[in-house]
C-alpha cells in the first residue's frame, strides 16, 4: 500500500547547486509556496514532476514563460563563457544561440518535459558547442522553464 495515496510526492532541484530534494509533507519545515535551498541556500527551487539526475557537468538555466532567462546554475559559465549578468533578462534561446528552438517551445507550450534533445549552442567567444538539453516546464502560475544542458562528447 502507498504511504501517501492521495498525493504525489513533490521533487525539486536547485538551479543553482543541482542539489535534489524530496519534500515530504513539507516535513523539513520550508514553506510549499517558496522552498530555498538548504545546501547553498539560493533563492527557490525548481518542481519537477520525477526526479531528474542532472550530471556532473550540467548546467542549469530557469527562464520565465517568456523564455527570458531569470537565474544560472554552476557550470553555465563554463560550458558557455557568459555569467549570470550577460544573461540575466535575455531570451535563452537567442543569447546562447540554441540551434533549434523546438524542445523550448513545446515545453512551453505544452508543459512536457524534452530530454535528450540534441542541440548546439554558441559560446561567448563564438564557438559552436555540442549539448544534450532537457526542458522541464514549470508547474507554478508562473509558467517558466529549466533549461539542463550537458556538453555532448564526440
Ligand atoms: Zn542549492
Not at 524530496?22 to 509556496?33: N, Q, T, Y
Not at 553555465?76 to 549578468?85: D, H, W
Request: charged share 30%; proline share 8%.
Amino acid at each position: 500500500m502507498p504511504r501517501y495515496p492521495d498525493r504525489r510526492v513533490p521533487y525539486y532541484i536547485c538551479p543553482r547547486c543541482k542539489e535534489r530534494s524530496v519534500d515530504i509533507d513539507a516535513r523539513e519545515g520550508f514553506s510549499k509556496d517558496a522552498p530555498a535551498c538548504r545546501h547553498c541556500g539560493f533563492g527557490f527551487l525548481f518542481e519537477l514532476l520525477d526526479d531528474y539526475y542532472p550530471a556532473p557537468d550540467t548546467g542549469f538555466v530557469v527562464t520565465d514563460q517568456e523564455r527570458r532567462v531569470l537565474a544560472i546554475g554552476r557550470g553555465v559559465f563554463e560550458l558557455t563563457g557568459f555569467g549570470e549578468p550577460d544573461l540575466i533578462g535575455r531570451d535563452v534561446v537567442e543569447a546562447l544561440q540554441l540551434s533549434d528552438p523546438k524542445p523550448v517551445e513545446l515545453a512551453r507550450e505544452w508543459g512536457v518535459r524534452r530530454l535528450g534533445e540534441q542541440l548546439s549552442i554558441t559560446t561567448r567567444a563564438g564557438n559552436e558547442k555540442h549539448v544534450v538539453a532537457d526542458v522541464f516546464p514549470a508547474y507554478d502560475d508562473d509558467g517558466g522553464l529549466l533549461v539542463a544542458l550537458t556538453p555532448r562528447r564526440g
